[in-house]
């Protein structure tokens, strides 16, 4: 079983609090004041999770009633919790309000959907606004898990695990039941590096994207163990980076040097969000350094991987980001391929990233230090207003279709032997009109537990049920 090793919660610069969570934490979406003197959790940040561990009546069942199943899951639950509460600057706390054994319930490979009504019904989970409940089905080998793209913070959710899961799949699947889809990568045909991308993406361009492709955030493909940040686009839109971390670049005729530290840092810039005032098309800069949770990346540097017929390189430099679809989802921007054919995810030192129309330029001046320099130059005659990504939709039910999408692969170049192959990374999370549930491969084999797809709100509904457990942990804030 996976043991998950212990995040860096408290880092050089950290402010340390001592709290004790009744239950667990949630943001408005907006900039929360911060906690008061006491050190209790203020009740807008609190989201409470409620564990349910079942089997699937057709494979072995335990003969403990399921406690070491609770037990395997609670840890994994609360090693993703912890990231949030990190990745959230403190604005979501996460905690566990319950745990229930309701055994018989489950499938491994069935029709979850009715599993999970069941399950609910049995414990008695009545969903609403910042709650969680998580099925675990513990007898399976493991399998997808699916979790909920919902209209922001507040929404609650539902997360369905075959098998126990891990950390890395719970902060995943906890991302989408906080209004995030995935993290990927713009792929543009032939020398392009910026355009739109196809219609089934809801724009007009040539463009393709690599759903999962971005392995630097936690939105991202993932494997079991890590637990990887969340990118500075839906930090910054949710409020959970404070204004003076970031720069903002916009207007026509601008021409700024910024220098930005890695995106981990506790002080200092760390991001820059600049916008094309030709289109209204807003990019934001980060530096990503092997540092904090960007250390524990697996072999990231120079790590050759495939997306969408492009050879794609790993490595830390310079990221340049870009909302895609309905606004939940980001996209990384490559460089250009180069003499060996293959486009850099990451931007270094003498090079220049253009909008496709030219009215915005990204200079990296300079990498080194820990820091690097930015000149960031606009043109044009007018000032356009600044397009905030477009407001996720609403969350459906267990009914609509999954738009295609396979669910979260392996990351091919990482994986063992045993993972599947990257055709299941071809999917996209396209948008429609209501948000949708998608699927994970199995990956139990191999030891590699991914979390899941472009999910569908599911809220489901019963009797409520639940007891408060309190425990005393370290937070970790950004200032």
Not at 58 to 71: L, R
Not at 298 to 307: F, I, L, Q
Request: with cysteine; net charge neutral; hydrophobic share 35%.
């Amino acid at each position: 079983m996976f043991n998950p090793s212990p995040t860096p919660l408290a880092r050089t610069g950290a402010r340390r609090a001592t709290l004790t969570a009744l239950v667990v934490a949630s943001s408005a979406g907006l900039a929360i004041s911060p906690l008061g003197a006491s050190g209790a959790v203020a009740a807008e940040k609190k989201h409470p999770i409620t564990i349910a561990v079942t089997t699937d009546p057709a494979q072995p069942q335990p003969g403990d009633d399921g406690a070491a199943y609770i037990a395997e899951v609670k840890k994994s639950v609360l090693a993703a919790a912890e990231l949030w509460s990190d990745e959230s600057d403190g604005h979501v706390e996460f905690s566990i309000e319950a745990t229930r054994w309701a055994p018989g319930l489950g499938t491994c490979d069935g029709d979850r959907g009715h599993a999970r009504s069941e399950v609910s019904k049995a414990i008695g989970f009545t969903g609403g606004p910042r709650k969680h409940l998580i099925v675990a089905v513990g007898n399976c080998a493991g399998g997808s898990a699916t979790g909920t793209v919902t209209s922001g913070p507040d929404s609650g959710g539902a997360i369905y695990v075959p098998g126990l899961g891990s950390g890395g799949t719970y902060a995943h699947e906890l991302g989408h039941n906080l209004g995030f889809g995935h993290a990927g990568v713009l792929v543009c045909p032939g020398g392009t590096v910026d355009g739109s991308l196809t219609a089934d993406w809801g724009e007009k361009g040539t463009c393709k994207g690599s759903e999962y492709g971005d392995a630097w955030d936690v939105q991202g493909a993932t494997r079991s163990w890590m637990f990887k940040p969340l990118s500075s686009p839906n930090r910054i839109r949710l409020g959970w980076l404070p204004a003076d971390r970031y720069q903002v670049v916009k207007g026509a005729g601008a021409d700024q040097k910024v220098t930005i530290r890695s995106r981990d840092n506790e002080s200092g810039l760390v991001a820059v969000q600049a916008t094309d005032p030709a289109t209204g098309r807003t990019f934001y800069v980060e530096l990503s350094r092997p540092v904090d949770r960007d250390k524990d990346i697996e072999n990231p540097d120079g790590r050759v991987t495939e997306a969408e017929g492009a050879k794609l390189r790993r490595g830390y430099g310079v990221r340049i980001l870009r909302y895609a679809g309905k606004g939940t989802s980001t996209m990384v921007v490559p460089t250009a391929a180069g003499g060996d054919g293959v486009r850099n995810l990451y931007w270094s030192a003498g090079e220049t990233f253009k909008t496709a129309d030219g009215g915005l330029r990204i200079e990296v001046v300079g990498n080194d230090g820990g820091q690097a320099t930015l000149r960031i130059k606009t043109t044009g005659d007018a000032e356009q207003p600044l397009r905030a990504p477009a407001a996720p939709v609403a969350g459906s039910n267990d009914h609509t279709p999954a738009h295609g999408d396979k669910g979260d692969p392996a990351d091919p170049a990482d994986a063992p032997t045993a993972d599947p192959a990257p055709a299941a990374d071809a999917a996209g999370e396209k948008p429609a009109a209501t948000a949708s549930e998608a699927s994970t491969p199995n990956l139990a084999q191999s030891g590699t537990d991914l979390s899941a797809g472009v999910i569908g709100l599911v809220l489901v509904c019963a009797g409520a049920g639940a007891f408060l457990i309190g425990r005393t942990r370290l937070l970790r804030t950004r200032r």
